[in-house]
């Protein structure tokens, strides 16, 4: 029996409309993601991908088509569930970290689960085991801007983790980061889908790592001259 569907996508269509007219990204995406899995999501600049991402995690909807989670559908939610949605089962990690600069590494790791009104001292506890599991035990007082790349991503991690989610969505997550961090920042992000049988979803450029995902799934696009026309409906290649 195949493995059960955690996401099913059918004909998902997004468009954005602007002043000059109507951007099509993602036109007609039909798959199944299933849970557990660790899927790498390729394609061009501009082909869609953190606009797939967005629209997984419940921070947009699609113009047509359905996604459902689940057996849920996303774009049918209202905007309480959603946020629980959000706050409850997945975790985002941005390329660019996104930090509070003003917070310490701690406070910016913690901060979802505040939101959640959980017991703050578990929220705490929490976040900090999460930072201590990345090497940060010696940054938590340290705020954004004096903490490498790495370390903002490794926080940003911990933030994504502290509401233990069952998703993880990772938009570039070492696109920022040089060979080393970048490998580090994998492990991490491997280690949770393998220990804890997190579902996995990452964008990436880097095809080598694409290639050690399960599986990989290739947003086409149109024609490279400007203005991009419509995508054409990712391929999903199997390993
Ligand atoms: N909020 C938006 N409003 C208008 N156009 C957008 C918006 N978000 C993305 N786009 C456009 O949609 C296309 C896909 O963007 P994106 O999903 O960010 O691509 P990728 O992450 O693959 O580089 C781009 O041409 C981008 O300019
Ligand atoms: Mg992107």
């Keep these: 029996m195949a493995a059960k569907a955690l996401y099913q996508l059918q004909n998902v269509t997004k468009n954005f409309h602007l002043e000059g007219g109507v951007i099509e990204v993602l036109r007609g995406l039909t798959l199944d993601i299933a849970a557990s899995a660790w899927v790498a999501l390729v394609g061009r600049s501009g082909s869609g991908k953190t606009t797939l991402l967005h629209l997984l995690g419940g921070l947009d909807k699609p113009s047509a088509g359905h996604i459902q989670l ?8 209202s905007a309480a569930q959603l946020t629980s949605l959000r706050r409850q ?10 930090l509070f600069p003003e917070l310490t590494a701690w406070e910016n790791a913690v901060l979802p689960a505040l939101h959640w009104g959980r017991d703050r001292e ?8 999460w930072l ?4 940060l035990d010696d940054r938590l007082q340290h705020r954004p801007r004096e903490l ?10 911990a933030r994504a983790l502290v509401n233990d989610p069952d998703i993880i969505l990772a938009d570039e997550p070492t696109g920022n980061l040089d060979a080393a961090a970048a490998r580090g920042i994998l492990d991490i992000l491997k280690n949770v889908h393998l220990e804890q049988g997190k579902t996995l979803i990452m964008v990436t450029h880097d095809q080598a790592l694409a290639s050690q995902a399960d599986r990989v799934i290739r947003l086409a696009d149109g024609p490279p001259p400007m203005p991009r026309t419509a995508v054409t409906p990712a391929v999903a290649r199997e390993k």
């Design 132 to 135: 201590h599991a990345f090497g």
């Design 122 to 129: 578990a929220a705490y506890q929490n976040a900090r085991q």
């Design 89 to 98: 089962r997945i975790g985002f990690v941005f390329q660019s970290y996104h």
């Design 70 to 77: 689940d057996g849920q559908d996303i774009a049918r939610m």
């Design 148 to 157: 490498s790349g790495g370390e903002q991503q490794r926080v940003a991690i």
